[in-house]
T-cell receptor, first 115, second 114 residues
Framework: DTEVTQTPKHLVMGMTNKKSLKCEQH?????MYWYKQKAKKPPELMFV???????INESVPSRFSPECPNSSLLNLHLHALQPEDSALYLC??????????????FGPGTRLLVL | AQTVTQSQPEMSVQEAETVTLSCTYD???????LFWYKQPPSRQMILVIR??????QNATENRFSVNFQKAAKSFSLKISDSQLGDTAMYFC???????????FGKGTKLSVKP
């Protein structure tokens, strides 16, 4: 099973709202990722968790707050977003963050629209 | 800096024909993996094929195969017997980030025409 699930599929929020994106995998992977993707562009890495610890934060604004409650779950908390944050948010997981075999498996994404 | 370059922003191919998507990368590492991902309009990124750099044999997955030239740092994807469902963005990726995380090329938009 190489499934990564994400909820919700679509999200519309105002600039003053607080919302959360959720990601789950049951492959025993120890590295989990959040990406932001604009139309017709490659995914941009936001955060990486390795063994439930934040390993990489690609200078993401503080209005995005990641959380890894356990090895299977990854959340992205959203607060006071801007319209330019509208994008597809992808979650992925891999066995580990080793720099060698980084086969990542992606979820279906959450399409976010900020009004 | 380690980079991945896809020089073909868009390509089209007739159904049942063969098409090759190119990718070059730059690294000083000797042992690594390379990946091709497909993203259809439905948006989910799907792993198409991967290649281990220390293996000389090119990877093959059904109609998808790679031409891996390690010395030239080239990793092209060949799709044989193209099908309408192959229409998608294709991204080449390589674990060249600061902590071994993947970096992606800019993508090639492939359209398969009936």
């Amino acid at each position: 099973d190489t499934e990564v699930t994400q909820t919700p599929k679509h999200l519309v929020m105002g600039m003053t709202n607080k919302k959360s994106l959720k990601c789950e995998q049951h492959m025993g992977h120890r590295a989990m990722y959040w990406y932001k993707q604009k139309a017709k562009k490659p995914p941009e890495l936001m955060f990486v968790y390795s063994y439930e610890k934040l390993s990489i934060n690609e200078s993401v604004p503080s209005r995005f707050s990641p959380e890894c409650p356990n090895s299977s779950l990854l959340n992205l908390h959203l607060h006071a977003l801007q319209p330019e944050d509208s994008a597809l948010y992808l979650c992925a997981s891999s066995q580990a963050l080793t720099g060698f075999d980084e086969t990542q498996y992606f979820g279906p994404g959450t399409r976010l629209l900020v009004l | 800096a380690q980079t991945v370059t896809q020089s073909q922003p868009e390509m089209s191919v007739q159904e049942a024909e063969t098409v090759t998507l190119s990718c070059t990368y730059d690294t000083s590492e000797n042992n690594y993996y390379l990946f091709w991902y497909k993203q259809p309009p439905s948006r989910q990124m799907i792993l198409v094929i991967r290649q281990e750099a220390y293996k000389q044999q090119n990877a093959t997955e059904n109609r998808f195969s790679v031409n891996f030239q390690k010395a030239a740092k080239s990793f092209s994807l060949k799709i044989s017997d193209s099908q309408l469902g192959d229409t998608a963005m294709y991204f080449c990726a390589f674990p060249g980030g600061s902590q071994g995380n993947l970096i992606f090329g800019k993508g090639t938009k492939l359209s398969v025409k009936p």
